[in-house]
T-cell receptor
Framework: DGGITQSPKYLFRKEGQNVTLSCEQNLNHDAMYWYRQDPGQGLRLIYYSQIVNDFQKGDIAEGYSVSREKKESFPLTVTSAQKNPTAFYLC?????????????????FGAGTRLSVL | DAKTTQPPSMDCAEGRAANLPCNHSTISGNEYVYWYRQIHSQGPQYIIHGLKNNETNEMASLIITEDRKSSTLILPHATLRDTAVYYCIAAYTGNQFYFGTGTSLTVIP
């Protein structure tokens, strides 16, 4: 089945540690996105990528880094500079590159990774 | 992108229609209205979207007022599996959007 796979489902970070969240899609979508969701809140955009080897910051990029070396993969690294990393992280993709909300450019989401601090 | 306002919670009896309202009074002419839902600890799921006309698909119907300042998502025969948080989003393009706190719908047996 086509879809977006996020791993791991649960992740724990120690103080000062960098951790990487995996996101893989087999939908042949051009664009990929990372969101953060805090309890009882909506989604906030961290980074997005519309093409391989290119990505842009979203609203809350500080303390995070990404790479897009392959079309199907968009890993997110939560660095030690992110002082409050505990949250639910969601990866998404869209077929086109006109942004997630343009017409029929529907976003497809993964199941998420829940990150906690030890 | 326009901000949206939704009631924080709603209940609906199983088998009845669930009508979820959304206010987007500052929506611009080229912004679409999208509805997603999120079941606890899962990724959001696309439901439906529209621009001006009412829309229907296998999951739901979307009714947009003529002035486009509000809309209603209708789940025609709610089931227990429809219990989720429903998000209404008004957006055009780019990657700036407002993904608010949504409406927590509880379907009651």
């Amino acid at each position: 089945d086509g879809g977006i796979t996020q791993s791991p489902k649960y992740l724990f970070r120690k103080e000062g540690q960098n951790v990487t969240l995996s996101c893989e899609q087999n939908l042949n979508h051009d664009a990929m996105y990372w969101y953060r969701q805090d309890p009882g809140q909506g989604l906030r955009l961290i980074y997005y990528s519309q093409i391989v080897n290119d990505f842009q910051k979203g609203d809350i990029a500080e303390g995070y880094s990404v790479s897009r070396e392959k079309k199907e993969s968009f890993p997110l690294t939560v660095t030690s500079a992110q002082k409050n990393p505990t949250a639910f992280y969601l990866c998404a993709s869209t077929p086109g590159t006109s942004g997630p909300w343009f017409g029929k450019n529907i976003q497809y989401f993964g199941a998420g990774t829940r990150l906690s601090v030890l | 992108d326009a901000k949206t306002t939704q009631p924080p919670s709603m209940d609906c009896a199983e088998g009845r229609a669930a009508n979820l309202p959304c206010n987007h009074s500052t929506i611009s002419g080229n912004e679409y209205v999208y509805w997603y839902r999120q079941i606890h600890s899962q990724g959001p799921q696309y439901i439906i979207h529209g621009l001006k006309n009412n829309e229907t698909n296998e999951m739901a119907s979307l009714i947009i007022t003529e002035d486009r300042k509000s809309s209603t998502l209708i789940l025609p025969h709610a089931t227990l599996r429809d219990t989720a948080v429903y998000y209404c989003i008004a957006a055009y393009t780019g990657n700036q959007f407002y993904f608010g706190t949504g409406t927590s719908l509880t379907v009651i047996p």
